[in-house]
């Protein structure tokens, strides 16, 4: 499936590296169109008409904002439109692209490296062998969830945004341990390491958290000792305003 990206910005870019194929794409600044297809041994193409000419299936990774704009140019051409705009519902997306298959996504910048979380906002069949193929398509990038339309933008809040939470967690417990005497850089292996394999646990405990949590914290021991200090701390509350925050800006 020839796939054409419409816009070569962060996200088509971890999009594109984790498909492993060639992509063809355009984007306002020609030179990160070519830099794009160049990485993926695809080809940068001068318009958005052109990608959708050319493509089995067009995946719009413009902003939400150019949604009405981007439809004129590639709507008369495309076969299939695939979306990852943030807060665009699948009702805006099939106004704006008529009478194809339309699919919505969301992913999370970890795709690049097939460990993504992706939503699809789930829909009626429309082309059950395209359906299929574009599924496994996104599917490919990392764990993909189907999850009513209505429900996608705050599954986007929730783990769109993680990647930069987990980095910001990563660095204060880093620094941490640099008041304590690790180097950044081992701290910074040893952290990172330990929230992989604590994903990779909590996906084989069947993301059971609380096992998890009394697995390591023994009685009376040091982890509970963490543990009630990240509470009195507000790490909860934290977590829940950050969620608040961002859906409070994405409606
Ligand atoms: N980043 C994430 O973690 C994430 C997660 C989920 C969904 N998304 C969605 O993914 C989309 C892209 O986000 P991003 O973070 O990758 O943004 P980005 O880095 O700004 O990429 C968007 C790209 O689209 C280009 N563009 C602007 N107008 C265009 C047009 N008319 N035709 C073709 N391309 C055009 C932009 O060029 P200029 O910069 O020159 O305008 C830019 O290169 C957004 O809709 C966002 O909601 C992002």
Redesign the pocket.
Known sequence: MQIGL???????RALARGWRQPVLC????FT?AQALAAETGGEALQS?AEVAERADLVVL????A?LD??ATEVAPHARAVAS???TVTLVALKHAYPERPVYRF????PVEVRQGAVVQAADAPQQPDLDEQVQALFGSLGTLVKLDDSLVDAA?CLM?CAPAYVALVTEAQVDAGVRYGIPASAGAQLVVQTFAGTAELLRRRSYDTLAVRREVSSPGGLTVRGLDALERGGVRKAFSDAMDAVMHRAK
């Open positions: 419409i816009g070569a910005g962060n996200m088509a355009a984007d306002p600044v990160r958005n990774a413009h902003k939400p150019q704009l981007v990852i705009l943030a969301i992913p999370s910048l986007m769109s």
